[in-house]
Each structure stands twice: as C-alpha cells, then as structure tokens.
C-alpha cells in the first residue's frame, strides 16, 4: 500500500544534511530562495550528492520568473542534465511553459528524453498552466512521473480544493506532490482530503534558506 513519503527543497549544503538526519525520504537541491529556486552550481551539487545517501533530485531552473525560456536558455538547461547526470543523482525538476501558458510538450519531452532513466519532476509551473485538464494530460504526455504544485493557489492550503481535483483527474497516472507554503501546522488538512503521496516542503520557519530539523521531525510525525 501506498504511503506519504517527504521531500524537502534545500537551498545549501546544511539543509540538505539536516533533511537527511531528521528523516526527509528524498532532497530537491536548488539555489536561491528569493527566485524560488534554480538549478544548483556544480559544486553544490557534488558536495551533497558525497554526503547525502537518500534520494536526490536537483532543479532545471536557469533563472527566476516565468517558465518560457530562450534557446539559449534552453541549451543551458540541456548542458545542466547532462553534466549533473554523471552524479549519480536520483532525478530532475523542471517545467516549461509557451507563452499562452500551455505546456511546451517539444522542449520538455525533449529534457524528459535527456534525462532518462531519471525520474523527472514538473514544477510549479504548473501553478500558471492555462487550463489544469489540458497541462496535466500534456505533462503525463510528455514522460514525467510527479507534478510538484500548491494547486494554483499562493500556498497549498488556498490550493487545497485543485489539489483534490488534480490529483482525481490523474488517476494515479502520475503523482501529485503538494508543494508550496507546506508545514507542519496545515499538512493534516491536506492529508485529509488527499490520497498518499510525497509531500514537499522547505521546513523553513526563520527566514533564513536553512531547513528547520525540529519541522522536518513534525512534518514526519504527521506523515
């Protein structure tokens, strides 16, 4: 059966052995909170991958702001995987919009493909897709195997109800990670309406871009 496993964004080297030692079942690495995260430097990425035993999947992201990227842009997000795929890690997240905010199936079936056997994430890109019915057909379409969202909402408790409805629409086709604004002290309310799945938060609660071992610890505790 099915159970609620947890991921945990880490924007440096010490969240990602806090995340680790307090129980988080995988690790996003990314840079740069203030963007809402882009793709680590290579450095980062090596350092961790050394010292993190569980589950690591890192960003695609070359900048911050929207998810319709230039060619050049897009070349760097190709250039991105390949090198961070010799690392041995677990897997990829990324997303890339069109302009009218469709799912761009071309560029990312061709970044799924690059990836592969990778597991890759759509991110929360999917929070400003154009329709939800649509950009999730497109995104199971195009090979991923989670979508990373808050339900469209600026947080996942005011997403709670897209939530319900994305996950019922994809009917276990793919897996829905809730994801943006979660903590301890609302994770219950979606657990209620959700079925089991991976749950992504940042853990944390001071302001810094540092996770918070005690929240990872309640976060599991509720999981």
Same mark, same amino acid.
């Given at each position: 059966?099915?159970?609620?496993?947890?991921?945990?964004?880490?924007?440096?080297?010490?969240?990602?052995?806090?995340?680790? #030692?307090?129980?988080?079942?995988?690790?996003?690495?990314?840079?740069?909170?203030?963007?809402?995260?882009?793709?680590?430097?290579?450095?980062?990425?090596?350092?961790? +991958? @050394?010292?993190?035993?569980?589950?690591?999947?890192?960003?695609? +992201?070359?900048?911050?702001?929207?998810?319709?990227?230039?060619?050049?842009?897009?070349?760097?997000?190709?250039? #991105?995987?390949?090198? %961070?795929?010799?690392?041995?890690?677990?897997?990829?997240?990324?997303?890339?919009?069109? &302009?009218?905010?469709?799912?761009?199936?071309?560029?990312?079936?061709? %970044?799924?493909?690059?990836?592969? =056997?990778?597991?890759?994430?759509?991110? +929360?890109?999917?929070?400003?897709?154009?329709?939800?019915?649509?950009?999730? @057909?497109?995104?199971?379409?195009?090979?991923?195997?989670?979508?990373?969202?808050?339900?469209?909402?600026?947080?996942?408790?005011?997403?709670?109800?897209?939530? /319900?409805?994305?996950?019922?629409?994809?009917?276990? +086709?793919?897996?829905?990670? =809730?994801?943006?604004?979660?903590? &301890?002290?609302?994770?219950? %309310?979606?657990? *209620?309406?959700? *079925? =089991?799945?991976?749950?992504? &938060?940042?853990?944390?609660?001071?302001?810094?871009?540092?996770?918070?071992?005690?929240?990872?610890? /309640?976060?599991?505790?509720?999981?």
């Amino acid at each position: 059966m099915k159970k609620n496993q947890l991921e945990i964004a880490c924007f440096n080297y010490e969240s990602a052995i806090i995340a680790q #030692d307090n129980g988080a079942d995988r690790i996003e690495l990314c840079e740069n909170m203030q963007l809402g995260g882009i793709t680590p430097n290579a450095v980062l990425a090596v350092r961790v +991958r @050394e010292i993190v035993s569980i589950k690591m999947h890192v960003i695609i +992201r070359p900048r911050g702001g929207d998810f319709n990227y230039t060619d050049d842009e897009f070349i760097e997000m190709k250039q #991105d995987i390949k090198h %961070l795929k010799k690392l041995g890690i677990d897997g990829f997240v990324f997303g890339i919009l069109n &302009s009218d905010g469709s799912v761009n199936k071309k560029q990312n079936q061709e %970044l799924v493909n690059l990836a592969s =056997p990778l597991s890759c994430t759509f991110h +929360r890109a999917f929070d400003v897709v154009k329709s939800i019915e649509q950009g999730l @057909e497109d995104v199971i379409d195009c090979g991923f195997q989670t979508i990373l969202t808050s339900g469209r909402g600026k947080n996942v408790e005011e997403g709670i109800a897209d939530l /319900e409805l994305i996950q019922k629409l994809a009917k276990g +086709r793919i897996e829905i990670m =809730p994801g943006g604004g979660l903590r &301890s002290s609302n994770i219950k %309310l979606l657990q *209620e309406k959700l *079925e =089991p799945t991976f749950y992504h &938060s940042s853990a944390i609660t001071n302001g810094t871009e540092t996770a918070n071992p005690e929240e990872i610890k /309640e976060l599991k505790d509720f999981l």
